[in-house]
């Protein structure tokens, strides 16, 4: 939409639209970036809360390629 990654048309930075998962009640992930996107990529995490602070997964991520860590492909299912 904006031909890159890290700023919009008017040149401000990109914000997530949202920064939990669930929305709404208790957060089972918070969603945020692993640093600061670039012009070319970005790397999102999903970092677990709550009941889900123990699950064997941990945080996962998910990069502009469309590429997840490869040792966690099962929880991504």
Do not use: H, V
Not at 25 to 51: H, K, N, R
Request: hydrophobic share 30%; charged share 25%; proline share 5%.
């Amino acid at each position: 939409q904006n031909d890159r990654y890290d700023r919009d048309k008017a040149g401000n930075k990109i914000a997530l639209p949202f920064t939990q998962y669930p929305q709404d009640g208790e957060a089972l992930y918070l969603i945020d970036f692993s640093a600061d996107p670039t012009q070319e990529t970005y790397t999102l995490m999903a970092i677990p809360q709550g009941s889900q602070a123990k699950d064997s997964c941990g945080t996962l991520t998910l990069n502009n390629a469309g590429n997840t860590d490869a040792a966690k492909d099962n929880c991504w299912k």
